[in-house]
């Protein structure tokens, strides 16, 4: 069974930083795409960061415009988890972040920017920033 767990969430004041982590297990997700989404109360889940195989070890990543700049993602493979580094964190940041993962291992040519394009969902991390 295929499982995708968030951590990392929490309050921080303005400006501050945060790390998400989602370990994976029951597969590996070597050469998946990967993302990391939010949802605010009351708004649509948004895509935030996206992470697509490239071949061999290369990975493409991908930002939302709001977030370029500010975060980063990352993957170690070793421990088969993704990472959402989020730096001067606003007050419009404050949503339940969610991981995904696409069920096929393949090259994935544009960006994967649709919740629709995503298999695997984790239960979510709310994070929380404070003005």
């Known amino acids: 069974q295929v499982q995708l767990v968030e951590s990392g969430g929490g309050l921080v004041q303005a400006g501050g930083s945060l790390r998400l982590s989602c370990a994976a297990s029951?597969?590996?997700?070597?050469?998946?795409?990967m993302g990391w989404f939010r949802q605010a109360p009351g708004k649509e889940r948004e895509f935030v960061a996206g992470?697509?195989?490239?071949?061999?070890?290369?990975?493409?990543?991908d930002y939302a415009d709001s977030v370029k700049g500010r975060c980063t993602i990352s993957r170690d493979n070793a421990k088969n988890t993704v990472y959402l580094q989020m730096n001067r964190l606003k007050p419009e940041d404050a949503a339940v972040y969610y991981c995904?993962?696409?069920?096929?291992?393949?090259?994935?040519?544009?960006?994967?920017?649709?919740?629709?394009?995503?298999?695997?969902w984790g239960q979510g991390t709310q994070v929380t920033v404070s003005s």
């Open positions: 995904a993962a696409v069920r096929t291992s393949e090259k994935v040519k544009n960006p994967a920017t649709s919740p629709d394009e995503y298999d695997y």
């Open positions: 029951g597969r590996t997700f070597i050469n998946n795409a």
């Open positions: 992470n697509r195989w490239a071949g061999g070890n290369s990975y493409w990543a």
